[in-house]
């Protein structure tokens, strides 16, 4: 390695030909996590169950994960491409014999040594050694490179961000969870395509819901003749069309024959009319809100946006039921003191910005017991409701920022934009209901892939479980 390099300066050096010598070493220590694994894996497509499958690895010859043989030669390349010989080398032959396993935590440390120059050729070959921490070999080998005949130094290139994240892992302990829970008989409204006949037949095989089919018999079961599903089994009531399947399956809730609605192939407005009718609906004591569960790569953990979809500009007291809905929801799924984020555009109280006086309130309302289960600050900007890093620039003291469980948008624009870019931009997942009503309302939307709408169906479970 370069002495610019130790020093921190960011460059890359190379040794041509000339300049190497029988004997010339160079090495470098790399500890082994779990992240290079799955990167590696990522990369190679290699995901032998005994480098990526705890349970199998407990069980195989090593009863351990362990590391892909080949991090270790890939280890090895680079010191031959960085150090010796370095920039411009070109690999000719590798043999590699391993010894021994490299686990998670292991510190491995790779040393290249020249044996022999074929000036002629300008060939190099080196043996190459891999040890861990107690000096013992992993990996023997020895490789061949053409070795540079030119000086060459060059800024050490400054390689994009990795973010590894293993799609649907949230949603996927939230199924486990609902599984154990007895199948849901939900109202399945105006099932007449293709999406939303799947969601709900892959939600049954999966005992999360029992599904009632409510909508014109006919289109249903072109739709399955269509898909090439089959509905045989199931329940289908009829009804002449979409605003009939909505009053239908409102009044299945009601008379207690199903415990949830999940939405078809209709608008939204047309469900939630049929809900919030004064006279026949599903209202209770509460606002209804809707509550996304986002399962966001660069998040640690599940994040609740609150409300993106029903109250377009909610009042103080609306904010009140939307914030115990959300807090509701996230206990149901195993957030026992959810940090809620009361969002606004600044962190301090301004009274001309509306929000930033409810989100005082709000807070004042759940010291004062109007809201429990979960812990309120606010106002707060986005940044420092969900980044460690911008509460600590801002110095803010406070145990809900930069960790935040819940978020609670200003209003219904705001709430949107958000759950958007980050489903278009950060590649989230957003599964969500409908709370407040005397049953969950999964409205999932003609967009969501079937493991969205198997989570909103598995959060649907939980919270009713919860309220049981």
Known sequence: MSSDDNNGIGFIENRPFDEINIGDTA????????????????????????????????????????????????????VLGTQLPGPGTIYQDQTLKFLKPVGIGDTVTVRVTVTEKQPDKKHITLDCLCT??????????????????????????????LVLHHRGASYDRLLSAAQKMDPLPTAVVHPCDESALEGALSARNLGLLEPVLVGPRSRIQHAADTAGLDISGLEIIDTPHSHASAERAVHLAR??????????????????????????????ERRMSHVYVMDVPTYSKPLLITDAAINIAPDLQTKADMVQNAIDLARAIGIEMPKVA????????????????????LCKMADRGQITGGMLDGPLAFDNAVSMRAVTTKGIKSDVAGQADILVAPDLEAGNMIAKQLMYLAGAEAAGIVLGAQVPIMLTSRADDRRTRIASAAIAVLYDQSLR
């Open 132 to 161: 861990t921490g107690d000096g013992k070999p992993v990996i023997t080998g020895q490789a061949v490179v053409i070795a540079p005949d030119k000086k060459v130094k060059r800024p050490r290139m400054a390689m994009p961000d």
């Open 255 to 284: 008379d207690g024959r199903v415990k949830a609605l999940m939405k078809g192939a209709l608008h939204t407005d047309e469900v939630m009319s049929a809900v919030v009718s004064k006279a026949n609906g599903l209202r209770s």
């Open 27 to 78: 090495e470098l220590s790399r500890t082994l996590t779990a992240q290079d694994i799955d990167a590696f894996a990522a990369v190679s497509g290699d995901v032998n169950p005994a480098h990526v499958d705890e349970a199998f690895a407990q069980e195989d010859i090593f009863h351990k994960v362990v590391a892909h043989g080949m991090w270790g030669g890939a280890l090895i390349s680079n």
């Open 342 to 361: 009361i969002l606004s555009a600044v962190e301090t109280i301004t009274p001309r910005l509306q929000s930033t006086v409810e989100a005082g309130a």
